[in-house]
Structures are given as C-alpha cells and as structure tokens.
C-alpha cells in the first residue's frame, strides 16, 4: 500500500510563503503522476496543482497560477508545492495524491491520499 505523508503547513501572514512537502513510501514513486488538493471548511475538495511522473508537464487550477508552483524529486520520493504571495483564501488542509492518470483534475482520478497539512493565512 503506498504511503504519502505531507509536511510543511503552518500559520503565515498574507503576502508570506510556504513550501509544503509530500513523501511517498512502499511504493514506486515515479510511477505515479502526482497532485495537491485543499479543502476548506464547509468546502469541498478542490483541485490546485498535478505533475506529470518525470515532471515534464504541470497543470494548475487558476487561482494558483503565478503563485504556486509544483515539482517532484524522483530520488528522493518527494513531491513539492511551492507556494508565494499567499492569500487569505488559500487557507485550506492541503493533500497530496498519486494516481496514473496524468494531469487529472478530479480528485477521484487519484488512487492514493495523504493525511493533510494545515495552511492557514491570516489577513
């Protein structure tokens, strides 16, 4: 069963940044192409960011274009999620998950989730 744990959330300011980190174990990692999803309370989960199994393409929802940025290091089973100038409204849980299909927006595309780390934004 492939394990995913993510690291990195935390209490910021408006305008602040955060690097949030998602390690995946007992499993292949470049198998899989990856993505990060929120949620909200009283929200829905929400797609924000995938990439591709070798990294070579990302995709991102609009209101994180320009702001965040997604990678992965295949040697050491990591995924990334850079996140710049964050807002107020991106305080969410945000998850990582693995699946094969590439770059897919639908959370039920993805077969394996993380726990969720907490972002929270203060205006």
């Known amino acids: 069963q492939v394990q995913l744990v993510e690291s990195g959330g935390g209490l910021v300011q408006a305008g602040d940044s955060l690097r949030l980190s998602c390690v995946v174990s007992?499993?292949?990692?470049?198998?899989?192409?990856m993505g990060w999803f929120r949620q909200a309370p009283g929200k829905e989960r929400g797609f924000v960011a995938a990439?591709?199994?070798?990294?070579?393409?990302?995709n991102y929802a609009d209101s994180v274009k320009g702001r965040f940025t997604i990678s992965r290091d295949n040697a050491k089973n990591t995924l990334y999620l850079q996140m710049n100038n964050l807002k107020f409204e991106d305080t969410a849980v945000y998850y990582c998950?693995?699946?094969?299909?590439?770059?897919?927006?639908?959370?039920?595309?993805?077969?394996?989730w993380g726990q969720g780390t907490q972002v929270t934004v203060s205006s």
């Open positions: 990439i591709s199994w070798s990294g070579g393409s990302t």
């Open positions: 007992r499993g292949t990692f470049s198998w899989y192409n």
């Open positions: 998950a693995a699946g094969r299909d590439l770059g897919a927006i639908r959370s039920d595309a993805y077969n394996y």
